[in-house]
């Protein structure tokens, strides 16, 4: 009976001490903007004695990283196993009661989801009832049907973390809380002592551990994208707009370029909200038109396929001038490989967590793309990878942590269809969809420091908020 309970117990109070913690920390430790959270269907892919599963994503409507983390289970000892199991599940409602509040801040999602962990939770609460009017005889049987209970409701806890519930439902489920929290007061007061200071270890330690962890996280494996999220609608069919995803936290210029050839003049906002009224800080007249909108703001600087050519160009905002400029070695250009939409998308540069990149085609490999890591300042191409997909099938492609990600269709019934890893020179075919509003995508690319994705959807500027799955081993998951 002890040691599944404790198991038990501990997997929940660090849920919820994780679930507090994060709230309040997390944004200081990782240092990034994001978008609202959403989290995928289910957290079975893994057991949790692997390690650290952390879904995270783009950002909560204060601007916050938010992450959900499942901790691995851990091996517990207890001189009184009965006190331990008692403490851990007081220390569990305790911190689901402060988790409650994290939820105002979640926005609303499937509501199916909070009413079966509502009567799950009603279904708890008749069971430590049961335990508290004949726990001498029935403490076996009940806490182990406790115990299959909650291993059922383990995915559901991280789901109704992250979703947002109306008014009444929250209300319900904080009464229920109390009760269940002067249920199991009432027990430990019989039980015995509770060893506050070991308690107080425990959380000073799993919180060591979990900085140490978030350090590491920086990359990981695409498996949602949500939205899209309408920020503003102009100019014509086809065009880009970015941010830099290497600014700081306050620089949040936008930069915009309409049409996809036969322009020069790119334009600039001091922040998103400028951007969406309108209320522009400048304009920069590029040396040479462009060609497509695969273009990319990266580190202070914008690179672009200049019109007719296969050389890209690195242009200054803050110097007004070009810094580098080179012919990417046997790529396709002027409509000779463009995505399935056409308009001189043959060049498509792009920036995630690793660096910058290129992805083109050419005859060599027999118009399939060609994924080419390019150095920042010259431009020149420090490693290539052949991949076997053909560009002219490509809807649009975005690289996230080192993996291109390439959609099968810029019009309805869009999804990321195929991916390949650079990492391990891999590839495979996928199946993640999301929402094509205005039925027409020319641009699609991610931005790493709001994880999120910027796309220009038939005249109109949108972000897809994007979910990443990582996984984090730890010293005592060997």
């Known amino acids: 009976m002890s040691l599944p309970l404790l198991k038990l117990g501990a997997v929940l109070s660090t849920m919820a001490m994780i679930s507090n913690w994060m709230s309040q920390t997390l944004p200081s430790l990782v240092g990034l903007n994001t978008t609202r959270l959403s989290t995928p269907d289910t957290l079975t892919q893994i057991s949790p004695k692997e390690g650290w599963q952390v879904y995270s994503s783009a950002q909560d409507p204060d601007g916050r990283c938010i992450c959900t983390v499942v901790a691995p289970e851990q091996n517990l000892c207890s001189r009184d196993a009965k006190s331990r199991q008692l403490r851990q599940l007081l220390e569990k409602v305790q911190n689901m009661s402060q988790s409650i509040e994290v939820l105002n801040l979640r926005t609303q999602r499937d509501f199916q989801y909070v009413l079966k962990m509502e009567t799950q939770m009603k279904g708890l609460k008749a069971k430590f009832r049961q335990i508290e009017d004949d726990r001498k005889t029935l403490m076996t049987k009940h806490f182990q049907e406790l115990k299959e209970k909650m291993d059922e409701l383990l995915p559901l806890i991280p789901v109704l973390e992250q979703y947002k519930t109306d008014a009444k439902l929250i209300t319900q489920f904080k009464e229920e809380i109390r009760n269940l929290s002067a249920v199991l007061t009432g027990i430990q007061e019989e039980i015995g002592a509770y060893d506050y200071e070991e308690l107080h270890q425990r959380v000073l330690s799993l919180e060591t551990r979990l900085r140490d962890c978030m350090k590491k996280l920086t990359c990981g494996k695409l498996m949602k994208i949500t939205g899209p999220i309408t920020v503003k609608t102009s100019g014509t069919r086809f065009g880009a707009w970015m941010t830099d995803p290497l600014a700081s936290e306050k620089n949040n210029r936008v930069w915009y370029m309409d049409s996809y050839t036969n322009n020069k003049i790119v334009r600039e906002y001091k922040s998103i909200a400028d951007f969406v009224s309108g209320a522009e800080s400048r304009t920069y007249n590029l040396p040479f038109k462009w060609a497509g909108t695969n273009h990319v703001v990266y580190n202070g600087s914008l690179y672009f396929n200049k019109y007719q050519s296969n050389i890209i160009i690195k242009y200054s905002f803050d110097m007004g001038r070009v810094l580098a400029q080179r012919s990417l070695e046997y790529a396709g250009f002027h409509n000779v490989y463009p995505y399935t939409w056409g308009g001189f998308s043959d060049i498509d540069l792009m920036a995630d967590e690793i660096g910058l990149w290129a992805v083109y ?27 076997g997909y053909p560009k ?29 890893s650079t990492k391990t020179s891999t590839y495979e075919y996928t199946d993640i969809p999301f929402h094509n509003q205005y039925f027409h995508i020319s641009m699609l690319d991610y931005n790493a420091r709001d994880r999120a994705l910027y796309a ?4 109109h500027q949108v972000l897809f908020n994007v979910t990443l799955f990582h996984i984090i081993k730890t010293e005592d998951d060997t």
């Open 361 to 387: 085609a050419t005859n060599q490999n027999a118009g399939n793309i060609v994924i080419s890591q390019l150095n920042q300042d010259t431009l020149e191409v420090m490693k290539s990878w052949n991949t």
């Open 392 to 420: 002219r099938s490509a809807g649009e492609s975005f690289m996230i942590c080192g993996t291109l990600y390439v959609t099968n269709s810029h019009l309805t019934g869009a999804k990321v269809y195929y991916s390949y």
């Open 456 to 459: 220009w959807n038939n005249g």
